[in-house]
């Protein structure tokens, strides 16, 4: 799992972190497993949550048995900053998703104040973003929470919505059902905090950038409850 968190905290090679928690993984004993990883440092929970998901995706037969270490983990000593980054696919988030509830931690941030879906929007190795996906989770009770993670502002004080409209390099149309899913995920975010139209200017200044395209312009009108013709003036 890529992890695009670095940061001051970085620590020695968390190499001797992974060998012993592969050692706890085959011991069986999971008192010994999340003792291994409640004792090690963030960025060697992020190192031993990445070969987690690693041997999983290289062994299939064991894939629920890597993800519910992951989750008894998390639930009980936290989520690493350092593996937000990498929750940008929705295979990724697949396997975390149980650690994700079971944690509570759907709007925790990295450092740069990144959720899960700042990254999982942003992602440009996504060829279409994932919103139908998301919209789909949200209709189950148990994940009620991650519509909060809608909301959440990073440190440059966008969500995962405007932080897509803002940096994500992929200008083609999205499909019919995506299209339905983005204006899902707004209304729905509207009806938690409303639309924050300081930050219009902010987005269009990243778009511009970019040689926007007419169905950019469209979503971002679309978000902000404006005609897209009063985007011209910004362009």
């Not at 299939?60 to 983990?73: L, S």
Request: proline share 5%; with cysteine; glycine share 4%.
């Amino acid at each position: 799992m890529a992890n695009h968190n670095n940061t001051a905290h970085t620590s020695a090679d968390p190499t001797a972190a992974v060998t012993s928690m592969i050692q706890a993984i085959h011991s069986h004993d999971l008192a010994r497993i999340k003792h291994c990883y409640e004792q090690a440092t963030g960025n060697e929970r992020t190192a031993q949550l990445r070969h987690c998901f690693e041997a999983a995706d290289n062994h299939p037969a064991n894939y629920e048995h890597y993800q519910n270490i992951v989750a008894h983990c998390i639930s009980e000593h936290g989520l690493p900053a350092g593996v937000i980054a990498g929750i940008n696919t929705t295979e990724r988030l697949d396997f975390f998703m149980p650690a994700l509830q079971a944690a509570n931690a759907f709007c925790a941030t990295n450092h740069q104040g990144n959720t899960f879906l700042h990254c999982l929007f942003v992602n440009p190795a996504n060829p279409q973003p994932p919103f139908n996906y998301i919209r789909s989770l949200l209709l189950f009770e148990r994940n009620e929470s991650l519509g909060e993670a809608l909301v959440v502002r990073n440190h440059q004080s966008l969500n995962a919505l405007e932080t897509y409209l803002s940096f994500n390099p992929h200008q083609h149309e999205l499909p019919q059902h995506e299209l339905a899913a983005w204006l899902a995920l707004c209304e729905a975010q509207r009806k938690l905090s409303g639309a924050n139209n300081d930050n219009l200017a902010k987005v269009m200044a990243h778009v511009r950038g970019r040689a926007e395209s007419a169905h950019r312009l469209t979503l971002i009108a679309s978000y902000y409850q404006v005609s897209v013709s009063s985007l011209s003036p910004m362009n």
